[in-house]
């Protein structure tokens, strides 16, 4: 059986999220967990969501787990999410993330790409900005020994 999510880090601070298909509730909370990890950090970082598969609706649970993560960690999220990018070839998805993130944006900015390549060049555009603004006095943000990249499949 195939894994619901990868979650890639060994390009840090970019964090890809491959998603597979729905996840079951044990890896929803693994991906949670993972996300806290990100954020353990406490250094600046982009996501990258390559979503694949077919997805049917996200389960209610995992909705109000992630809106519920989201509300608690909103203030590390401004610190440290630099962006959020989503790579959808469906106009359909598209439309869904851009809707819901005109009433909701996440933190850090967003932007939804057809193609792989132009997400990654401006997840490292947001980096860089990031990086620009903390060197121009703006809030520092506390470093910590790195953490060695990771590949998690759940």
């Known amino acids: 059986m195939s894994t619901g999510c990868e979650f ?3 390009d840090w601070p970019l964090v890809r999220v491959n998603y597979r298909r729905l996840m079951t509730d044990e890896e ?3 991906y ?3 996300h806290d990890s990100v954020l353990a950090r406490r250094e600046p970082f982009v996501m990258l969501h390559i979503p694949g598969g077919d997805f049917g609706t996200v389960p209610r649970r995992h909705r109000y787990l992630l809106v519920d993560w989201l509300r608690r960690n909103e ?3 401004r610190k440290y999410l630099a962006g959020s990018a989503f790579v959808v070839e469906s106009v359909i998805h598209r439309m869904t993330i851009s809707f819901v993130f005109s009433l909701s944006p996440p933190p850090g900015g967003y932007k939804v790409f057809t193609e792989l390549s132009e997400a990654e060049a401006w997840c490292r555009e947001r980096l860089s900005q990031r990086h ?3 060197a121009g006095g703006a809030s520092p943000v506390p470093t910590v020994d790195p953490v060695p990249p990771r590949v998690w499949k759940f």
């Open 8 to 10: 890639i880090d060994d």
């Open 28 to 30: 929803f909370d693994r």
């Open 32 to 34: 949670l967990a993972l």
């Open 75 to 77: 203030s590390e999220l």
């Open 132 to 134: 620009r603004l903390l």
